[in-house]
């Protein structure tokens, strides 16, 4: 590569995506909605088997509660960058703040209201917000390392 073709390539900025969309942050994330659909499963599989049905309801209902999470998560990530806007780390903090304190009124509501079970509440969104960490950091090793 020659320096005028390197520095064309450095010079470009990247796609911009099209319009956010739901459907568009769906199709996007297939491999967190099926990791999510398996460990929901499996709460089902291996809870029922041992007779508890309102705990393996509850790990599945934490599942989804950080899957719905990651997936408005994305949809935000989305709207921003298709719109070009630069925002300032007040909006994002905001943002983020709100996500987290409807999550967590939710989750701890529901962990109270279905005592002791409802605690299988907060372990399903631990393992799904560990599995969705991991699947998003394996790719940015990958990349780091390839350069």
Known sequence: MTDSTMDSTIAT?????????????LRDQKKSIGVAF???VAAFWIAGQLGEWRLAAAIAVGVGLGLANHLFTE???LRIISSGAQPTRATMMRSTLVRLLVVTVVAVSVAVVWW???IGLLLGLA???LIALV???IPLLK???SQ
């Not at 900025?13 to 942050?25: C, D, F, I």
């Open 116 to 118: 002791p079970d409802g």
């Open 143 to 145: 990349e780091l390392k």
């Open 38 to 40: 398996v460990l929901a």
């Open 13 to 25: 900025p990247p796609a911009t995506p099209g319009k956010a969309s739901v459907g568009r942050v």
């Open 75 to 77: 949809f935000w990530l």
């Open 135 to 137: 699947m998003t950091t």
């Open 127 to 129: 393992i799904f917000r």
